[in-house]
């Protein structure tokens, strides 16, 4: 097992970028948006059923052979409102009725267990120090697409840029291959956690492979969303859960989430099925998708999030989800 390691200093650079994120919260009509993954495109019910036959290095925490957990997935973009446009497409996974505490703070008599994946296998920053001055430049860029355009915003967000192509060239390449997809069908894409965890004495990355049809790239604004709930009012959706099992430390680092794990060897082992049935929208779905609260720390010790940018998660999520109100 590759173990973790926390640079000097690593403490204050996350509260440096906690409160730096708190920039990136917004309001439209009356309610305060998320700073990433603001648009969802549908809050699904399901069941989340653990396969039967799994070895016991395999069977840790939810992970119990044939258990059934009912759940819940939020599907979303990334930063963009318009779903036309190049981006990074979220799925998060609230299973449900899961006893037992949890590591994020303050919230260890919750009964959930949180699972956060995008359609990209790997992060475009290694660790903070990758990430805090990419963040700081690309600020004012995603407050443009949030909040929309006004010369003072349009005037920041170039900024930004210049700076970025200047000085964070590198990270940029990665953050819009992280970032450049179009997308047709969100049942169709393999999502992925990016980041490591453990799996009892493994370590893993999570994995969630889409069944369902692929399709040609969504041409209207909200046009990702129209697919999502006419594609799940004929019918059930499936995903197939799993992880991708570190097998040589040096290979697949935990300090490094840029490094795409089945590329450099590791094998993914299914582990369980995310059955969503036939279902409709509504405004109370609409309106749980916006209020509900992820996080990869709402999770049992068994699955406890590594890594430095899972480490920096901690106090951002946390941070930003009391800023944005009461639970749901």
């Known amino acids: 097992m590759g173990p973790e390691r926390i640079p000097k200093g690593e403490a204050a650079q996350i509260l440096r970028l906690t409160r730096t994120n708190l920039q990136t919260l917004w309001r439209r009509d009356g309610v305060v948006k998320r700073g990433q993954h603001a648009k969802h495109h549908g809050l699904l019910h399901g069941r989340f059923r653990v396969r039967t036959d799994l070895p016991s290095s395999l069977a840790q925490g939810v992970f119990q052979p044939g258990a059934d957990h009912p759940c819940l997935v939020r599907l979303s973009n990334g930063g963009q409102q318009d779903d036309r446009a190049r981006d990074v497409r979220g799925m998060a996974i609230k299973l449900l009725d899961i006893p037992g505490m949890k590591l994020q703070p303050g919230q260890g008599h919750v009964r959930e267990q949180d699972f956060v994946l995008v359609d990209h296998p790997v992060y475009f920053c290694k660790d903070m120090q990758d990430y805090m001055p990419f963040n700081r430049h690309f600020l004012p860029v995603q407050a443009l697409r949030s909040k929309g355009a006004s010369p003072l915003r349009l005037l920041r967000a170039v900024r930004g840029l210049v700076m970025l192509g200047l000085f964070q060239r590198r990270i940029l390449r990665a ?38 049809a692929s399709a040609e790239p969504a041409q209207t604004p909200d046009g990702l969303g129209t697919r999502l709930w006419q594609a799940m009012g004929e019918g059930e959706a499936r995903f197939t859960f799993g992880v991708v099992v570190q097998d040589d430390p040096a290979r697949q680092p935990v300090e490094d989430a840029r490094v795409d794990w089945e590329a450099a060897g590791a094998d993914f082992v299914p582990l369980a099925e995310i059955v969503l049935p036939r279902q409709e929208n509504s405004a109370d779905r609409n309106a749980g998708a916006e209020a509900m609260r992820f996080s990869p720390w709402m999770s049992l010790p068994a699955h406890r999030p590594l890594g430095a940018i899972n480490r920096a998660r901690r106090e951002v999520y946390r941070v930003m989800a009391e800023a944005r109100g009461p639970r749901a």
């Open 175 to 212: 953050a819009r291959g992280f970032a450049g997809r179009r997308a047709g069908s969100l049942l169709a894409l393999t999502y992925h956690s990016t980041t490591p965890y453990r799996l009892g004495e493994l370590v893993v990355k999570y994995k969630a492979v889409g069944q369902g």
